[in-house]
């Protein structure tokens, strides 16, 4: 019997523990009321890696490509995860639709959050060679 005793008490004590650590994860996610604040203040944050400091990238302005948007952006500047340059992040101030961030609104090229990427990649580009990149289409 001892045995028995022994395995379910083994059983109780991981099961306990695999309880515990479940609800600490949930915990720990963001609320309900902070995911729809987000949402509603224009989602998710884009966000590049520059290869310059932080004083750089915001010496006297923004770089061309984020300026040209105004007051339409929140714009975060702060310095990159290791000491790695600076991580440049933006997003839109006004909350997208549902049907433009959709997939058929992405795929029409509809989603603000598609150009929001675009002149964080053209600052980026900027920043750290000078020009903007660009692509040639291929054949």
């Given at each position: 019997m001892s045995r028995v005793r022994r395995v379910r008490s083994a059983l109780l004590s991981a099961a306990a523990i695999v309880v515990s650590a479940g609800i600490r994860r949930w915990r720990r996610r963001p609320s309900r009321m902070a995911r729809l604040a987000d949402a509603q203040n224009g989602g998710r944050w884009q966000t590049v890696t520059v290869n310059r400091p932080p004083t750089d990238v915001w010496a006297e302005a923004l770089p061309e490509p984020l300026e040209r948007y105004g007051d339409r952006l929140e714009i975060r500047i702060?310095?990159?995860?290791?000491?790695?340059?600076?991580?440049?992040?933006?997003?839109?101030?006004?909350?997208?639709?549902?049907?433009?961030?959709?997939?058929?609104?992405?795929?029409?090229?509809?989603?603000?959050r598609q150009e929001v990427r675009r002149a964080l990649r053209e600052a980026k580009s900027q920043l750290e060679s000078g020009k903007t990149a660009q692509t040639k289409p291929q054949p």
């Open positions: 702060r310095p990159a995860p290791g000491n790695c340059g600076t991580e440049l992040a933006a997003r839109t101030k006004d909350r997208p639709s549902r049907l433009a961030i959709a997939l058929p609104g992405r795929l029409a090229g509809q989603d603000p």
